[in-house]
């Protein structure tokens, strides 16, 4: 090997040991201070995905969004369920009995249509709370859940004290539910599903004058479109919003 190509080894060597000398740690410095971007991060990352905001609106009481109040109940098995377990998800919420004759097995047929719809999102949620606790205890709603085929652990069908699932149905939501001796099944309750954001409130799409729906009717499948009156079916348009909500 000539002298030539040794000073050129020589030479190279001695301005890699500079550039280490002076640069290296300036650029340990700035990656210290977060002053380093990198360039490579992927965008599909969930820390850098950007929420998109939907047009579904809040449901506002005196001027104040509405959100879910504060729940604890017993689950299908035997867990401690509350309102806290569903922070981060979007879920629907309905009121139900397990002997219901009437409208409650069409409802949960479509939320069990729902519920496939989205096999996979960790981030969906049912909440069913039985009008009914003195009969539908954990063991009763699982055998109903397992018949009617719920697979998302996100899907809670919960009993507990009759008192707070009326407040909480009645008051907390809205939706109607009572005992009458003189109905078929002994109650009657609202056919209608919340839906719920990953935050907390209570969310709907518009009517056509700009006004929350609020509700969305569980009992009319997609496939029927409308029932006997005409009424149009809303468990495609609530599918549309949990998607948004999802999104968000």
Not at 68 to 88: I, L, R
């Given at each position: 090997m000539s002298k030539k190509t040794n000073y050129s080894y020589i030479g190279i060597s001695f301005i890699i040991l500079v550039f280490g000398i002076i640069f290296i740690p300036k650029i340990v410095d700035r990656i210290s201070k977060n002053d380093v971007i990198r360039k490579e991060s992927r965008s599909?990352?969930?820390?850098?995905?950007?929420?998109?905001?939907?047009?579904?609106?809040?449901?506002?009481?005196?001027?104040?969004?509405?959100?879910v109040p504060a729940f604890s109940f017993t689950n299908q098995e035997g867990k401690t369920v509350s309102n806290k377990d569903y922070e981060g998800k979007v879920y629907v919420i309905e009121f139900f009995f397990t002997t219901c004759p009437t409208i409650?097995?069409?409802?949960?047929?479509?939320?069990?249509?729902?519920?496939?719809?989205?096999?996979?999102?960790e981030d969906f949620g049912v909440a069913s709370f039985t009008i009914n606790p003195d009969y539908d205890t954990p063991e009763i709603l699982k055998?109903?859940?397992?018949?009617y085929g719920v697979i998302n652990p996100n899907w809670h069908l919960m009993t507990g004290n009759k008192d707070d699932i009326y407040k909480l149905a009645?008051?907390?939501?809205?939706?109607?539910?009572?005992?009458?001796?003189?109905?078929?099944g002994g109650f009657e309750h609202s056919g209608n599903f919340a839906l719920i954001d990953k935050n907390g409130f209570i969310r709907s799409r518009k009517d056509k004058f700009g006004n929350p729906i609020i509700y969305y009717r569980g009992i009319i499948s997609e496939e029927e479109q409308v029932d006997d009156d005409g009424v149009k079916e809303e468990i495609s348009a609530l599918k549309e919003d949990i998607r948004k909500l999802l999104n968000e």
């Amino acid at each position: 090997m000539s002298k030539k190509t040794n000073y050129s080894y020589i030479g190279i060597s001695f301005i890699i040991l500079v550039f280490g000398i002076i640069f290296i740690p300036k650029i340990v410095d700035r990656i210290s201070k977060n002053d380093v971007i990198r360039k490579e991060s992927r965008s599909d990352s969930p820390k850098n995905k950007k929420s998109t905001k939907s047009d579904l609106a809040f449901i506002e009481i005196n001027g104040q969004s509405k959100k879910v109040p504060a729940f604890s109940f017993t689950n299908q098995e035997g867990k401690t369920v509350s309102n806290k377990d569903y922070e981060g998800k979007v879920y629907v919420i309905e009121f139900f009995f397990t002997t219901c004759p009437t409208i409650c097995p069409r409802m949960n047929a479509n939320l069990i249509q729902i519920q496939n719809s989205f096999k996979g999102f960790e981030d969906f949620g049912v909440a069913s709370f039985t009008i009914n606790p003195d009969y539908d205890t954990p063991e009763i709603l699982k055998t109903y859940a397992e018949h009617y085929g719920v697979i998302n652990p996100n899907w809670h069908l919960m009993t507990g004290n009759k008192d707070d699932i009326y407040k909480l149905a009645n008051e907390g939501f809205n939706l109607y539910t009572g005992e009458n001796a003189e109905v078929e099944g002994g109650f009657e309750h609202s056919g209608n599903f919340a839906l719920i954001d990953k935050n907390g409130f209570i969310r709907s799409r518009k009517d056509k004058f700009g006004n929350p729906i609020i509700y969305y009717r569980g009992i009319i499948s997609e496939e029927e479109q409308v029932d006997d009156d005409g009424v149009k079916e809303e468990i495609s348009a609530l599918k549309e919003d949990i998607r948004k909500l999802l999104n968000e």
